[in-house]
């Protein structure tokens, strides 16, 4: 499977931007994607992920991320977006998707559970 993440940018902080995650090869509504974003200086973080259809697309979000941070799918584009709502400065970072066609009832926040990764895509957050 081949992932695309797009829409990164530059935004103020408090505004918003929205990340997609194309994917060839593979039905995302068939499997898990999840969202990482890494820091410069910090380790990979779980943002969000969002299970399969067949699992209700349960969604998962980090706690510095919930209540600002939308994950959906939309199954005919095959893609996975991520709307980032008031944006911080903390919220600066690469972010990377990621899938797998593992699925578990627990938690699925660690990079070990996914399989594909696709390229980063930047964030920036100003004053």
């Known amino acids: 499977v081949q992932l695309q993440a797009s829409g990164g940018g530059s935004v103020q902080a408090g505004g918003s931007l929205k990340l997609s995650c194309a994917a060839s090869?593979?039905?995302?509504?068939?499997?898990?994607t999840g969202w990482f974003r890494q820091a410069p200086g910090k380790e990979r973080e779980f943002v969000a992920n969002?299970?399969?259809?067949?699992?209700?697309?349960?969604?998962e979000y980090a706690e510095s991320v919930k209540g600002r941070f939308t994950i959906s799918r939309d199954n005919a584009k095959n893609t996975v977006y991520l709307q980032m709502n008031s944006l911080k400065f903390e919220d600066a970072a690469v972010y990377y998707c990621?899938?797998?066609?593992?699925?578990?009832?627990?938690?699925?926040?660690?990079?070990?559970?996914?399989?594909?990764w696709g390229q980063g895509t930047l964030v920036t957050v100003s004053s």
């Open positions: 090869g593979r039905t995302l509504s068939r499997m898990t």
């Open positions: 969002i299970r399969r259809s067949l699992s209700n697309s349960f969604t």
């Open positions: 990621s899938v797998t066609e593992r699925h578990v009832a627990g938690p699925m926040k660690r990079e070990d559970d996914y399989a594909y």
